[in-house]
């Protein structure tokens, strides 16, 4: 009577999980490298991020991140309403990704919504220390869209000080020339 009951047990069914075995990386560190390499925006990685992100077995951080290097692939091919609303859905399902601002304004700048942009990257401090520079020249760049040359030029040198030689911020200091200050004349001069 035992093992009957043990066997009946066994043949219960439940919900069945698949595992996918990967004969490389799985999806999300591929779309992850893929990403940080700085690869062209490839059919192929797009499609190898999107897998990362609509994998139902991984983590909500795991998809979450998915879904912003899916923004970022789907930003440098020119799809930014389409970044956006990936940054913005992960956003919701982890509160608590690492530049996510950065990529946002990135987005917005591309999109030419500059003073969006500028909000985005109101707090850059609390983005994390090796992000900074590129917040400050973001920040700088719509700075400049918006014809605020002072303070584009600030953000631009903070982002040079920041991390020198990071070209970004070295071309765009290229185009200004800081004059000489000068003393008011007095009646006498």
């Known amino acids: 009577m035992l093992a009957a009951s043990v066997i009946a047990a066994m043949a219960q069914p439940v919900a069945a999980q698949s595992r996918t075995l990967y ?5 999300a560190v591929r779309c992850a490298d893929g990403v940080a390499s700085g690869k062209s925006a490839t059919i192929a990685l797009l499609h190898t991020c999107e897998d990362a992100m609509n994998a139902t077995t991984s983590q909500r951080s795991v998809r979450a991140a998915s879904m912003v290097n899916t923004g970022i692939v789907l930003m440098r091919r020119g799809e930014t309403s389409d970044a956006l609303a990936l940054f913005n859905r992960a956003s919701s399902l982890h509160d608590d990704l690492p530049g996510l601002s950065l990529n946002i304004a990135a987005a917005q700048l591309r999109a030419g919504a500059n003073e969006d942009a500028l909000a985005t990257l109101e707090d850059i401090e609390a983005l994390p220390d090796h992000l900074q520079h590129v917040a400050y020249f ?28 990071y070209a970004p911020a070295r071309n765009a200091l290229a185009h200004f020339t800081v004059a000489p200050e000068y003393q008011a004349a007095s009646v006498n001069d």
């Open 23 to 27: 004969a490389d990386a799985p999806p």
């Open 138 to 165: 973001n920040r700088g760049l719509a700075h400049w869209r918006l014809d605020q040359v002072y303070e584009a030029y600030a953000d631009f040198k903070t982002a040079q000080a920041i991390m020198p030689g």
